[in-house]
């Protein structure tokens, strides 16, 4: 088989079956950037089959078709790309090249036929979309091992492009070769790199992909479902992770709904659910970023806040039970009333573990039932000013 068949079968065959990988792992996972993915392969296979075989469009018409076919694939990879980081895509700077490599590669095709200016038009209009998504994840800051791949792909993506025109020239005497000569030289060429960095783009997107997945998956597993908050075993690893230091005052809020058995038993399941959902959002709003909160039992729920003095702790405490009280609870039915918590505080002045600070703090929420409920205790009483140190 001829090379320059061989090639132009080659290219368009890998690109729509990473396509189609890309679409089957997008049909599984509803992720809107893996489908841009699946679209820009398919834009790049279209480029390569009417670079290769024309389907009678005459050559001119042909190579036009095929290059506005690559800038749409490169424009859906460079979207991909920054929105699953969760970066504002540059449409401006974006429109500017794509329309002056499509202006230019018009000019140079049609009315003003130059195959050198052509090359030099499209090489550095889409160099610099792959550029702007390098300086973008740059920008981003640094992220993980795939990250950092990509960012140095697309910027390698991009100097390669802006080399490829002076490079072909060298080779293949550019300036000196007829028209049609220079062309199938510099389209091999462009299939070659192009083929190259499909592969290594589609490698480290299928690794990003599962590391995205295996990372929610995590994520789940530490997570409860119906409050939205982590579950016992995701705040266990958050509390010893976060006691690790040692050295920051913490404090342990816990939390017990009040006569919740009896929610569920006169209005049903569905609204004791309802009670755990919303309470499960006022925890998360209330507590903040730097706290770790999680749902540990049926309707007991606990809140570890590092670096917080007693006070603040009281404070969060208060304001939660507050606006619990007061309703109405979203997605509550009515008839289910006021529902209210108790709340007991516990806290270290220095390094401290979890069971002893939970200890505490179940000791003051027990009195708070024994109370009355619907109030806050804490592990240092009442009637004392300081509240006790828990040591490891």
Same mark, same amino acid.
């Given at each position: 088989?001829?090379?320059?068949?061989?090639?132009?079968?080659?290219?368009?065959?890998?690109?729509?079956?990473?396509?189609?990988?890309?679409?089957?792992?997008?049909?599984?996972?509803?992720?809107?950037?893996?489908?841009?993915?699946?679209?820009?392969?398919?834009?790049?296979?279209?480029?390569?089959?009417?670079?290769?075989?024309?389907?009678?469009?005459?050559?001119?018409?042909?190579?036009?078709?095929?290059?506005?076919?690559?800038?749409?694939?490169?424009?859906?990879?460079?979207?991909?790309?920054?929105?699953? #980081? %969760? *970066?504002?895509?540059? &449409?401006?700077? @974006?429109? !500017? +090249?794509?329309?002056?490599?499509?202006?230019? /590669? =018009?000019?140079?095709?049609?009315?003003?036929?130059?195959?050198?200016?052509?090359?030099?038009?499209?090489?550095?209009?889409?160099?610099?979309?792959?550029?702007?998504?390098?300086?973008?994840?740059?920008?981003?800051?640094?992220?993980?091992?795939?990250?950092?791949?990509?960012?140095?792909?697309?910027?390698? #993506? %991009? *100097?390669?492009?802006? &080399?490829?025109? @002076?490079? !072909? +020239?060298?080779?293949?005497?550019?300036?000196? /070769? =007829?028209?049609?000569?220079?062309?199938?030289?510099?389209?091999?060429?462009?299939?070659?790199?192009?083929?190259?960095?499909?592969?290594?783009?589609?490698?480290?997107?299928?690794?990003?992909?599962?590391?995205?997945?295996?990372?929610?998956?995590?994520?789940?597993?530490?997570?409860?479902?119906?409050?939205?908050?982590?579950?016992?075993?995701?705040?266990?690893?958050?509390?010893?992770?976060?006691?690790?230091?040692?050295?920051?005052?913490?404090?342990?809020?816990?939390?017990?709904?009040?006569?919740?058995?009896?929610?569920?038993?006169?209005?049903?399941?569905?609204?004791?659910?309802?009670?755990?959902?919303?309470?499960?959002?006022?925890?998360?709003?209330?507590?903040?970023?730097?706290?770790?909160?999680?749902?540990?039992?049926?309707?007991?729920?606990?809140?570890?806040?590092?670096?917080?003095?007693?006070?603040?702790?009281?404070?969060?405490?208060?304001?939660?039970?507050?606006?619990?009280?007061?309703?109405?609870?979203?997605?509550?039915?009515?008839?289910?009333?006021?529902?209210?918590?108790?709340?007991?505080?516990?806290?270290?002045?220095?390094?401290?573990?979890?069971?002893?600070?939970?200890?505490?703090?179940?000791?003051?929420?027990?009195?708070?039932?024994?109370?009355?409920?619907?109030?806050?205790?804490?592990?240092?009483?009442?009637?004392?000013?300081?509240?006790?140190?828990?040591?490891?």
């Amino acid at each position: 088989m001829d090379q320059s068949l061989f090639i132009a079968l080659l290219n368009p065959a890998v690109s729509l079956i990473l396509a189609c990988a890309f679409l089957i792992v997008w049909v599984r996972l509803r992720r809107t950037y893996v489908l841009l993915i699946a679209v820009c392969y398919v834009a790049i296979g279209c480029a390569f089959l009417f670079q290769g075989f024309g389907f009678g469009l005459g050559l001119p018409t042909a190579r036009f078709v095929s290059n506005i076919c690559f800038f749409a694939g490169i424009l859906l990879a460079a979207i991909a790309v920054l929105q699953r #980081r %969760g *970066i504002a895509i540059p &449409g401006m700077a @974006f429109a !500017v +090249s794509t329309a002056a490599g499509v202006i230019g /590669l =018009a000019w140079f095709m049609f009315f003003e036929p130059h195959f050198e200016a052509r090359v030099h038009v499209v090489s550095y209009s889409i160099a610099a979309i792959c550029l702007i998504v390098a300086l973008r994840l740059h920008r981003a800051g640094r992220g993980d091992f795939l990250d950092e791949t990509m960012k140095w792909l697309a910027c390698l #993506r %991009g *100097i390669t492009l802006i &080399g490829k025109p @002076f490079l !072909v +020239s060298a080779l293949g005497s550019l300036l000196e /070769l =007829a028209g049609t000569s220079a062309e199938s030289s510099y389209w091999l060429w462009t299939s070659l790199t192009s083929l190259i960095f499909s592969l290594l783009f589609a490698l480290v997107l299928f690794a990003r992909v599962a590391s995205d997945v295996i990372a929610e998956i995590s994520v789940e597993s530490r997570t409860d479902a119906l409050s939205g908050l982590l579950n016992r075993r995701g705040f266990e690893e958050g509390c010893e992770a976060a006691l690790s230091g040692g050295k920051l005052p913490v404090c342990l809020v816990l939390a017990d709904l009040d006569r919740f058995k009896s929610i569920n038993d006169t209005h049903g399941h569905d609204s004791g659910d309802a009670v755990i959902r919303s309470f499960g959002r006022l925890t998360a709003r209330y507590a903040g970023r730097n706290a770790i909160a999680g749902r540990i039992g049926g309707e007991e729920f606990a809140i570890l806040l590092p670096g917080s003095t007693p006070v603040a702790a009281r404070l969060l405490a208060e304001s939660l039970r507050s606006a619990l009280a007061a309703g109405p609870l979203e997605g509550v039915p009515a008839s289910v009333g006021t529902v209210t918590c108790s709340f007991g505080i516990g806290t270290a002045s220095g390094p401290a573990r979890l069971d002893p600070l939970y200890r505490e703090a179940d000791k003051a929420l027990l009195r708070a039932k024994q109370r009355g409920r619907n109030c806050v205790d804490t592990s240092w009483g009442p009637g004392s000013d300081r509240p006790a140190v828990l040591r490891a």
